[in-house]
């Protein structure tokens, strides 16, 4: 009981402090020092000059007056910054013996100043007798204070940077499939594998079970850097290793193949985050995304540039559809494949949030920015295949793409978004080589993206595409009738289906198809270029969220007339993919 009575009696002595309450289990040293170092960061103790300041201390109740008597004999009394006292609070042994600490030193300071007639004999008595009670815990305090200085001052000198922290994920994957084996896909002309003009320029049969089972890999290490706290540095090294199904198969799902994660027919990363993909396990590493983005104004308007960005990750986004590591595999239902055909390079932009109703973004990319004449090594295709010695690079008169966008959000939960892009390409026309001497091909594409989460555990999203393409060649090679092209995709997800973070998700689409072109080659012979079929993409995924930092998720593709031919058998493909994040 003699215990209590003292705690009683230094009741107004533990204001400083700040709490009275409940004694709770000791927790391990460990977990005092971060629960000192929340506290001093999160909510930091202020001086009061009046009891009244404090919003939830009742004037009517004993705490008011013990408090009040710590204003008026002592001249101090800490709260936060809220102007709250928090007075049910926890206390621990050591916080006790904290405040008592703090309330000895106040003390002598009082007595020092010539104010020792605000401390009685009583008042010191009773500190003498606590101070002697804690003096074990007071003494263990200061030298638990003092290990945490040392030890805060051993990690300040192993960080990384004080401005930068790297963040990584891991892909891998298991993936195998194909057609029929007595059966397969006709895919690949003389002209390469054209997905949008599909058999219409011929077509080379491919057996349906030429495919193995392979394995996938792609790590990507990011470091982030921030100069002011409203801006952000980001480079990014990836490598991967692998390919996927469309190695076997070129030209599906757009020529973006069934993994966008893996390496492509070309020897290029279908993310072009290298050109060199191995298939024996070892990765090159690759800076393949370096950009800055900053708030200017206000954190409404946000800037962004860099010598190689992705305009993914800024136009066409989806909630849905748009990372290939957690959501969609397949590198068509990740955008819309018009819109962001060229998807990576040099440039910049912006994004302007009017309100919560309306923003804006434009954005602008030079594919082959670096190259200051023309090269046939540079000048490639969307997905890395040489055009051959055609046009030139640079900012500039190269192949580039700009493109502007207005969201549209009627409600929190559902957006619709337009798009406009115009792209010139050097050499060939959507990617790919067609008869003639192509000098350039200028495209205007219109897309349209929506989403609508209708229930926390119910949404559904699609986008549209729509694009002409004029295709300007050497006189006396050939000539082009404006081409036109669609392609479209519509899904739903069940977000925490079965299990908390966990996503059930399906979607059907049509990759980019002509529906309008055609070409006249010397000879004065017109050919075609609307393919015979018109390929479908099905995709079904169940992503399996482990942990914070582990998914793993079963995927199953259905690929109907493949490459737009209406001879191609169908293909089906699963995969088995685990994302590590760190």
């Known amino acids: ?121 009583e008042d010191l008595a009773t500190l003498q007798r606590l101070q002697d009670e804690f003096r074990t815990e007071l003494a263990a305090l200061r030298g638990r204070v003092d290990a945490l200085e040392a030890r805060t001052k051993d990690i300040e000198s192993k960080l990384f940077n004080t401005n930068s922290k790297l963040d990584a994920s891991v892909v891998m994957a298991v993936t195998g499939g194909g057609a029929d084996v007595s059966r397969g896909i006709f895919s690949g002309t003389a002209f390469g594998a054209s997905p949008p003009f599909g058999d219409a320029l011929g077509a080379t049969f491919i057996p349906g079970g030429i495919a193995n089972t392979t394995f996938v890999s792609r790590t990507s290490l990011n470091i982030r850097a921030t100069f002011s706290g409203e801006d952000e540095l980001l480079v990014r090294l990836r490598g991967v290793s692998g390919q996927d199904m ?34 024996n396990g070892i990765s090159t590493v690759q800076f393949d995304k370096i950009r800055y983005t900053s708030n200017l104004f206000s954190d409404k308007f946000r800037i962004f540039f860099g010598p190689r960005i992705d305009i993914f990750e800024f136009i066409d986004t989806n909630s849905f559809a748009n990372n290939e590591e957690v959501d969609f595999s397949s590198g068509f239902l990740i955008n819309n494949p018009l819109t962001t055909f060229i998807f990576t ?75 406009y892009s115009n792209f010139t390409e050097q050499g060939g026309v959507l990617g790919f080589l067609v008869p003639g001497n192509i000098t350039n091909a200028v495209t205007n594409a219109y897309g349209v993206n929506a989403e609508w989460a209708i229930f926390p555990g119910f949404a559904i999203f699609g986008r549209y595409g729509l694009g002409t393409s004029n295709v300007n060649v ?64 099905i995709e079904v995924f169940y992503r399996i969220q482990v942990s914070d930092r582990l998914s793993i998720t079963p995927d199953v593709q259905f690929i109907l007339q493949p490459v737009n031919s209406v001879n191609s058998n169908g293909l089906t493909i699963g995969t088995l993919r685990a994302v590590f994040t760190f």
């Open 345 to 419: 390079g040099a440039g910049g932009g912006l994004d302007f949030q009017l309100n919560d109703f309306i923003g804006i973004r434009g954005i602008y990319i030079a594919a082959n920015p670096g190259a200051a004449v023309g090269n046939p090594l540079v000048n490639s295709n969307a997905f890395g295949v040489p055009f051959g010695a055609f046009g030139a690079g640079g900012i500039v008169g190269g192949q580039s793409i700009v493109s502007g966008e207005l969201e549209i959000n009627p409600l929190k939960t559902a957006s619709i978004k337009f798009t």
């Open 246 to 279: 469309g190695a076997a198969f070129p030209g599906i799902a757009s020529g973006l193949g069934t993994l966008f994660y893996a390496g492509s027919s070309f020897g290029t990363a279908y993310d072009q985050s290298t050109p060199n993909v191995s298939t």
């Open 474 to 537: 050497v006189a006396g090679t050939a000539s082009y009738a404006p081409i036109s092209t669609t392609t479209w995709q519509a899904g739903l997800a069940l977000p925490d289906f079965l299990i908390p973070g966990s996503t059930l998700a399906a979607a059907y689409g049509q990759p980019i198809r002509t529906n309008v072109g055609s070409a006249v080659v010397p000879g004065g012979a017109t050919v075609s270029l609307v393919p015979s079929g018109t390929e479908g993409n």
């Open 1 to 121: 009981m003699q215990r209590f009575r003292l705690l009683a009696s230094t009741l107004s002595l533990l204001a400083l402090l700040g709490v009275v309450g409940p004694a709770l289990a000791e927790p391990t040293d460990n977990e005092q020092i971060d629960n000192y170092i929340g506290q001093s960061a999160g909510a930091q103790l202020a001086q009061v000059n009046s009891v009244s300041e404090l919003t939830d201390v009742d004037p009517n109740s004993w705490a008011f007056q013990a408090l009040k008597s710590v204003v008026e004999r002592f001249g101090v009394i800490e709260g936060y910054p809220d102007k709250t006292f928090r007075g049910n609070k926890p206390l621990t042994r050591y916080e006790f013996a904290a405040g008592l600490n703090a309330a000895l030193e106040k003390v002598n300071e009082l007595i020092t100043a010539g104010n020792a007639d605000r401390v009685t004999k």
